[in-house]
């Protein structure tokens, strides 16, 4: 079972074209100013089966999913599950992971390599404050990197060329803010997820 702290069913701000977007339950790095404080710690949130979140996404009519956290591949195996089941559905899987991507592939882990290998974007590195930055999409500091691990996407493709955006849902009366984590570090609203790292 998954271990999941949000979902948003449909987001122009966490990747390429409209996504479902997940963010996952705990994360073992400590970034200083990470965006999501309330998403580190390892306790029992919403837990879904990954056969059941695929159905979700793939219901939602979107051109891919978006992992973050918390850390992603705290949980590979059951994404990786996840992401085979929306992949083979035709939808892109976009990552988002504090480690980079020769700490993942020096883990020697079946877990982490499944989904590795289910991922068409990876957004790799620790959330560096100092090397903050919102000129490129989807990087929250200058030392992260964007990995095209398929050929689904390409580097010249014309959505990566923007900046940062933010998105506002009212939702169940709360207003929640997902995207560019900045917005919400100076309002002081409710972050449901970043794409900081
Ligand atoms: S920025 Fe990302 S990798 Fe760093 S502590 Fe926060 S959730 Fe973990």
Redesign the pocket.
């Known amino acids: 079972m998954l271990n999941l702290a949000t979902i948003v069913d449909r987001t122009e701000a966490e990747g390429p074209g409209a996504r479902f977007a997940v963010w996952v339950q705990g994360?073992?790095?400590?970034?200083p100013?990470?965006?999501?404080?309330a998403?580190?710690a390892f306790v029992p949130r919403d837990a879904v089966a990954p056969e059941d979140l695929a159905a979700r996404a793939i219901r939602a009519g979107v051109e891919g999913v978006s992992l973050l956290?918390?850390?992603p591949f705290a949980q590979a195996a059951a994404l990786a599950r996840f992401a085979a089941l929306v992949r083979a559905a035709g939808l892109s899987v976009m990552v988002?992971?504090?480690?980079t991507l020769a700490e993942l592939r020096a883990r020697s882990d079946a877990g982490v390599d499944a989904l590795l290998a289910a991922t068409d974007l990876l957004v790799d590195g620790?959330?560096v404050a100092a090397l903050r930055t919102d000129a490129r999409r989807w990087i929250?500091s200058t030392n992260q990197s964007l990995h095209f691990l398929t050929d689904r996407y390409a580097p010249g493709d014309a959505c990566f060329s923007g900046r940062n955006t933010v998105e506002i849902h009212l939702r169940d009366g709360e207003l929640v803010v997902n995207g560019w984590p900045a917005l919400g570090a100076l309002t002081g609203r409710k972050i449901i997820g970043g794409s900081?790292?």
Do not use: A, V
């Open positions: 994360c073992p790095l400590r970034c100013g990470c965006c999501n404080p998403q580190l956290g918390g850390e988002y992971s504090g480690y620790r959330y929250g900081d790292r």
